[in-house]
């Protein structure tokens, strides 16, 4: 069993965005991200931190705007609109989930696709199953690349995602798909799930349940990974795998933490470079 270090691959990731932004910096323009969070809920508040502490060490400057869980969702569109016609802010991000009043798809539908680093938005999820992404979703591509940096082949491999959400299981589905994968969605209604894990070369829990994938789902030399994260019995972080039951049979297997959440960052590092190229490109063309 090989452990998948997250932490390196997000490392190696951040290193070639750090590189862009250097080269973006020497023409005169800055990469910014803005950040919005609604409320106080105390995973966001990590989550929110993490990206910010990202976009400081490659280089791309980071813009809070933590409004109070009373925000209307009129006050809430106001200022996506404000971001949306600001030059200088490449990338949108609104942390979610958002306070209950807020209607969360009206939210990521306001963003302008160009400027949507989640790559959330219909226009990007319709480009990302036509096979003309412009923006990779965050987690699924961190995923991708942790197996190319692997060297673990997709291609033609029986690929089971346990999960079918709009950030994670489906997405997933369409950029393995896309690397010629045999792919297989799987849901709370799916039967004999088990069974259905069994036949997996590559094993993705995107579940939200603590070791809910257990060693007798898991065919010997398996590759796994987990995108969960919980918390256990012991208000210890942990993913979708029975990481200690699950490593002896995987022949990978990513932990958690240190597995999918440096990824899902870096991943976003790398879009808002990209969207700071794209909107720039007369300027960097002009030099
Ligand atoms: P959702 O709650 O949106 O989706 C969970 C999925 O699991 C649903 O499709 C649901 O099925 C399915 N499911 C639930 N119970 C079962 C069951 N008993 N058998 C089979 N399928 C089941 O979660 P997300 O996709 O947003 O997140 C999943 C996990 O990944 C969470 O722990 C989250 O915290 C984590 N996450 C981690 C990220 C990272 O950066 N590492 C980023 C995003 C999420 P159905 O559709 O039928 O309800």
Not at 54 to 70: M, R, Y
Not at 239 to 266: H, L, N, R
Request: glycine share 6%; proline share 4%.
């Amino acid at each position: 069993m090989k452990i998948i270090d997250g932490k390196s691959t997000a490392f190696e990731t951040c290193e070639k965005v750090r590189l862009r932004v250097d080269s973006l910096l020497k023409s005169g323009v800055e990469p910014c991200l803005a950040v919005i969070i609604v409320g106080d809920d105390p995973a966001s508040r990590v989550y929110v931190n993490n990206k910010k502490k990202k976009c400081a060490a490659v280089g791309i400057k980071s813009l809070e705007f933590a409004l109070p869980a009373k925000t209307t969702q009129g006050e809430l569109l106001e200022l996506i609109e404000q971001l949306n016609k600001n030059s200088l802010v490449n990338g949108i991000l609104c942390q979610l989930p958002l306070p209950e009043h807020i209607d969360e798809k009206a939210v990521i539908e306001a963003i302008d696709p160009q400027k949507d680093v989640d790559c959330f938005c219909d226009v990007n999820v319709g480009k990302l199953w036509t096979g003309n992404a412009v923006f990779l979703p965050c987690t699924p591509a961190g995923v991708m690349e942790m197996l190319r940096q692997y060297n673990i082949e997709v291609s033609g491999k029986n690929c089971v995602i346990v999960g079918r959400s709009n950030i994670v299981g489906k997405p997933l589905a369409a950029l393995m798909l896309q690397k010629n994968a045999t792919v297989t969605v799987c849901h709370s209604k799916t039967r004999e799930l088990a069974s259905v894990c069994r036949s997996a070369d590559i094993l993705v829990a995107a579940v939200g349940r603590a070791k809910f994938i257990t060693a007798d789902m898991v065919r010997e030399n398996a590759v796994v990974i987990d995108v969960g994260i919980n918390r256990d019995e012991n208000g210890k972080l942990c993913g979708d795998v029975d990481f200690d039951a699950v490593k002896d049979k995987a022949s990978f297997i990513t932990p958690v933490p240190g597995g999918c959440g440096p990824m899902t960052i870096a991943m976003l590092m790398q879009n808002t470079v990209k969207a700071c190229e794209i909107q720039n490109k007369g300027v960097l063309k002009n030099e």
